[in-house]
């Protein structure tokens, strides 16, 4: 491309963001004579430009505009509609522009429908505005001179690239402070010498390293002071030049006015956009990353938090809505605020819609203070708007924001007041370029992990206290009475030598990264980790841009290349794991809320040497069992017991396994049926809080617990039951005859699996439904119960509807209903009692719940 | 290249030796030889990808050529030496296994591809010149570089 085009390119579209900007302040602020100047300079410059280049078409587009301009210069009335046709205008010439990029020549195409726009209202301004007529103030006279001069300047300049060289028309006007200051004394530089430069400094850290490296081994020497020196020198210059990478924030808020301007009108609101601290400098990197959204926040204050100016006046406030955009630095942060006056988030709103798309249940929102609600609104798909406005309310917006400003390393935050409005603070790091990472070791490769990212570094092995362990080949963290997902990044990236996850942390002392990404927290295993270090980011090769996993890669002092891992691309590997800690976040917390109750656990170990567990309750006796009288008959173990044969069911192991002639049994009994579990070794029995951590999805494994500090599996036991008994259900069916027909909804497997046992031993005959759905089922299917137990709080119809559903039914509608909540909340009682529950137990109150069982049965008379 | 094309005389090729096939590569789009020295290896990455090196601050991707031609690795223990190429403003290093001489050729001894040459060598190759006693391949750089027909060689 020409090299005069090409100059004329870049300082012609730089002109015309200014434009955007200014054109829009002028509009509020007509009589602003400094800012008409610059407005005016800068559409002349293009016209001019273009003239002297031989770009016809914007030339034309340009007089069009430039003429309307003029009126206004002239005194014309500014009106909306004459300013929106020159913001097309400028659209136009921008799109012009791109064409003339791309292929060096103007696009072909026409104009004619801006310039007879521009032409018409030209002519009716021209019409409204007889010369002579307007009564033209002092100042307006000086400006008409100053910009005549300015004209005559204009046409006496050579060529494009001197307009930087204009007079300054007056100090007074605050229009454009950062380039009237900077104009004098600086140079335009390619991005591309920018670069070189740094990289050229990046190597210049390595060399001094290497050197630095070098005198250390070899001791004294006359090299120590100049190295020194070299090494200050390199620090400097390295700074100087992350220095000049750097643009002042405005770059990126030069859109913001006019698309301000534009929402006020499609919205028909009032709006002002407030812009403090401009001259903030951030690395332009990270400038093109918050570019996008930062409008989107502008668009949503715009749209959700600004009021009509009807119901802004109707509340007291000024007409005008405001919308505050401010940027400081703080550390080594930059901090970004949003802030508009508007109405504020609704909380009672957003829990609504928060229990609507299923997000959390109510019980738990009920929990949920303000603040942590309003964080609903960063998940993905969520918007509370009422309409889709072309605007907003997609609900593509809030988590793509937060995921931008996470990608560079920034977090969000949000405060918002009703009625008062909300802010968002965005924190970013300064710079891309340069970060803190963590240097870790993986199977003999060394990766850097962004420091900003790591919450703690935990050492595990098995004489520390924070052991890994291992569950159905996941393997998770115990960390202060919580388990963590762990991933292991040997595993993880496939290395080779890696060895299994669980041979690795049977020999060695590990180190667990626990790292936070957005809401997941997880834990990642590494060998070791060596130290932190300032490294210099650098793009991934093309070649293996789509390896998700690395964000890009650095040289290391000693000169060797790593690779920078994604904690966001570690996040997501964890996804599957998240699902289930944000569940077990919740659930455990519930648990928490619910009771102070212990469940007494019968510990043992089978197969896998990792702890089992069964609720002791459900357990009759313990039983050791000489092998010898082990018999074998139809196809199972069975041995005598009471005189009965008792099957022998064996978890996960086989007969002998425990190395002793004696086989551990633990004793089920369900009616007069017993029935064996061999396990191979029974180890303690503990009293703890039962809090399920993980939920898994194996056949008789319930979920992962922590008992004593370690991770135990609880062990399903009516899976095993129900192996045990096989045909002899059918000879139960008769004896249920005469049982309690109980009909136990709960939508939580544990549960279900741990009540039912239970229950079943007290001689009741219990239906399980997993939902309130599932119970209505039974109920059309016809099947009829003696006394309901169901969970308050289940995902989709919860206990409430459902009792309030069944009241209708004639014969269901006269059945006892128990409610079952892992909250005490004497509202969620109250509502219960209403919807016509006769009880309301705690769901870990096991006593409780079978006297309430009981109670029912005599008052009621229900088994009658 | 038009020019070239057109004057009989012209072409520089340096060439290389992998598998004991002579290759050339367009000696314009050579930057420089080296011994890849501290490669890194990236995981996950495709297998044509040896990894990753440090050149004089920069960081170059290194491409195995027996790897992209569906070759067996190296067996003899000689030291490997790789031809840094610049694409797309990225620096590649090309690993071979040995740099010959700085040849120039007649566009009369060049032929297109033999049509039962295999696919995966197809893909990559220019053509072919007759030397004199055996046969040199012209490699193709941007298709050598072309990622995505990576990842293929199994």
């Known amino acids: 491309m020409d090299e005069l085009l090409g100059e004329f390119l870049t300082e012609t579209n730089e002109g015309l963001d200014q434009l955007d900007v200014e054109l829009v302040r002028f509009e509020q602020d007509p009589n602003n004579a400094e800012m008409l100047n610059t407005i005016f300079r800068l559409v002349h410059t293009v016209k001019g430009t273009c003239g002297f280049l031989g770009l016809a078409r914007l030339a034309k587009l340009a007089h069009a505009a430039e003429t309307l301009m003029g009126q206004y210069r002239d005194g014309a009335p500014v009106t909306v509609e004459g300013v929106s046709v020159i913001l097309k205008s400028i659209d136009r010439i921008k799109q012009i522009l791109e064409g003339l990029e791309r292929d060096g020549v103007e696009p072909q195409g026409s104009d004619a429908d801006l310039i007879g726009k521009l032409q018409a209202l030209a002519l009716s301004e021209d019409a409204v505005f007889a010369p002579g007529e ?250 509370t708007a009422n309409a889709v406005s072309s605007v907003s309310g997609r609900g593509v917006g809030m988590d793509v924001v937060r995921n931008n400003i996470e990608l560079i390393g920034g977090t969000v935050e949000l405060k918002s007041t009703s009625q008062a409005g909300t802010t968002f603070v965005i924190k970013i790091p300064l710079t891309l370029a340069i970060m803190a990472a963590l240097i870790v070791e993986a199977a003999g490769h060394r990766f850097a992990i962004p420091q900003f990212s790591v919450v703690e570094l935990v050492r595990t092995g098995n004489t520390s206290s924070h052991r890994v362990e291992v569950i159905n080949d996941t393997a998770v963290l115990r960390l202060r009475d919580k388990l963590l997902p762990l991933l292991d990044l040997a595993q993880l990236l496939k290395l080779e030598d890696a060895g299994t996850t669980f041979d690795r942390i049977a020999d060695k002392v590990l180190t667990a990264l626990v790292i936070q990404t957005g809401a997941r927290l997880f834990g990642v295993l590494v060998d070791f980790v060596f130290r932190t270090e300032e490294i210099v980011v650098k793009p991934m090769s093309s070649l293996v841009r789509h390896v998700s996993m690395f964000s890009g890669n650095t040289i290391l002092g000693d000169g060797s290349v790593i690779m920078i891992i994604d904690p966001n691309a570690l996040g997501s590997s964890a996804g599957a794991l998240d699902v289930q800690a944000e569940a077990v976040k919740s659930f455990a917390a519930s648990a928490q809320a619910a009771t102070e109750n212990k469940t007494a656990l019968l510990l043992f170990r089978a197969g896998t040497p990792s702890l089992k567990a069964v609720p002791l309750s459900l357990i009759t006796r313990l039983e050791g069992i000489p092998l010898s009288s082990i018999e074998r008959c139809n196809g199972e173990d069975v041995v005598q017991y009471r005189g009965a044969l008792m099957p022998l069911v064996y978890v996960e192991t086989e007969a002998g396994k425990g190395g002793d002639d004696v086989q551990p049994v633990l004793v089920l009994t369900e009616g007069d049926f017993h029935v064996g579990l061999a396990v191979d070794e029974i180890v303690d029995i503990v009293e703890e809080q039962l809090t399920i951590e993980l939920e898994a999805e194996a056949p008789g494994i319930i979920g992962a617990a922590i008992v004593k500090g370690k991770a135990v599996e609880m062990v399903d036991v009516s899976h095993y039951l129900g192996r045990g008994l096989g045909q002899r259900l059918a000879g139960k069916a008769e004896e249920a005859l005469r049982a309690v027909r109980l009909l136990l909804i709960d939508d939580s497997q544990f549960f279900r699996s741990m009540l039912a046992p239970l229950l079943a031993a007290r001689g009741y005959e219990v239906t399980l439904a997993g939902s309130a759905e599932e119970a209505l089922a039974l109920k059309d299917k016809g099947v009829v119960f003696d006394l309901i137990v169901s969970d308050l709080d289940m995902p989709g119809m919860d206990g409430i509807a459902l009792a309030e559903r069944l009241k209708a039914d004639p014969t269901w509608g006269k059945t006892p209903l128990i409610a079952l909540s892992s909250h005490s909340n004497p509202r969620l009682i109250e509502r219960s009692r209403a919807a016509g529950f006769v009880n309301y137990v705690g769901k870990f109150d096991r006593q409780k719940l079978i006297h309430a069982i009981e109670d029912c049965c005599r008052q009621w008379g229900a088994a009658a | 290249m038009m020019l070239a094309d057109l004057d009989q005389t012209s072409q520089g090729y340096v060439t290389v030796e992998t598998a004991g096939q002579l290759f050339g590569l367009r000696l314009e789009r050579v930057r420089d030889v080296f011994v890849p020295r501290g490669l890194s290896k990236i995981p996950l990455a495709p297998p044509e990808v040896a990894g990753l090196l440090n050149l004089r601050g920069r960081i170059v991707t290194a491409i195995d050529l027996r790897r992209r031609l569906g070759l067996p690795p190296r067996s003899d223990g000689s030291t490997p030496i790789a031809i840094g190429m610049e694409e797309r403003g990225e620096l590649y290093g090309l690993i071979v296994d040995r740099v010959g001489d700085v040849l120039r050729l007649k566009r009369s001894t060049y032929e297109a591809n033999p049509v039962n040459l295999d696919g995966r060598w197809t893909q990559v190759c220019a053509g072919v010149h007759r030397l004199e006693h055996q046969l040199m391949v012209v490699l193709d750089v941007e298709k050598v570089l072309d990622f995505s027909q990576f990842g293929m060689t199994v």
């Open chain 1, 134 to 383: 307007a009564g033209l103030e002092d100042d307006r006279l000086s400006v008409h001179a100053a910009l005549d001069d300015l004209e005559r300047a204009w046409r006496a300049a050579p060529g494009p690239e001197e307009h930087f060289e204009l007079p300054e028309l007056d100090g007074s006007g605050d229009a454009n402070p950062r380039e009237s200051h900077a104009r004098a004394q600086t140079v335009r530089v390619s991005v591309d010498t920018l670069e070189h430069l740094m990289t050229t400094v990046s190597e210049l850290v390595l060399t001094r390293n290497q050197l630095l490296d070098l005198v250390r081994r070899t001791g004294e020497s006359e090299f120590k002071s100049p190295l020194q020196r070299l090494s200050t020198v390199t620090a400097e210059l390295q700074e100087g030049i992350m220095k000049a990478r750097m643009q002042p924030i405005a770059n990126a808020w030069q859109k913001l006015p006019r698309l301000v301007r534009e929402l006020s009108l499609e919205l028909d609101k009032k709006i002002d956009l407030d812009m403090i601290g401009a001259d903030t400098e951030l690395d332009r990197q990270v400038l093109e990353m918050i570019k996008d959204p930062l409008t989107h926040m502008i668009r949503n204050s715009a749209d959700h938090g600004i009021e009509s100016p009807a119901e802004r006046v109707r509340n007291g406030k000024s007409e005008v809505g405001r919308i505050k955009l401010s940027a400081y630095q703080q550390g080594g942060y930059i901090v970004i605020e949003v802030a508009d006056d508007g109405r504020g988030l609704d909380a009672e709103r957003i829990r609504a819609k928060a229990h609507e798309t299923g997000l959390a249940s109510l019980s738990e929102l009920d929990r949920l203070n303000d603040s942590d609600t309003f964080k609903f609104i960063f998940r993905p798909g969520f918007s």
